[in-house]
């Protein structure tokens, strides 16, 4: 499993996400990266549409057991009331999402 330990839920426009990534699988997995993300969409007509997305690197090729991990996102300085905002983090088939609120 992938957790995250955000400081805060609810963040403005041009606020850093920052938080921590901690992995806890219950075996090792062979992984080209780590990734963390933040990610906006919008629903336009019965579809998402990507409106903003930063991945960053956390770590490179290895093998994944446990570990944790800070991060940084930001959240950019203008964004529309619609947009729905997720933190995400991906790891070789394991990935884990959270909301957050920005407004």
Not at 10 to 16: H, K, L
Not at 61 to 76: A, H, M, N
Not at 82 to 93: D, E, K, M, P, V
Request: charged share 30%.
């Amino acid at each position: 499993m992938l957790y995250f330990d955000l400081q805060k839920r609810a963040f403005r426009p041009g606020e850093i996400v920052c938080g921590r990534l901690s992995l806890d699988l219950d075996e090792p997995r062979r992984a080209d990266r780590l990734i963390v993300g933040i990610h906006a969409t919008e629903d336009r007509f019965g579809s998402a549409r990507t409106r903003y997305r930063v991945e960053r690197d956390l770590a490179g090729k290895g093998i994944y057991r446990g570990g944790s991990y800070e991060f940084e996102l930001p959240v950019p300085e203008l964004t529309r009331p619609t947009l729905a905002w997720r933190i995400y983090a991906f790891l070789a088939g394991v990935r884990a999402v959270t909301e957050i609120t920005v407004g």
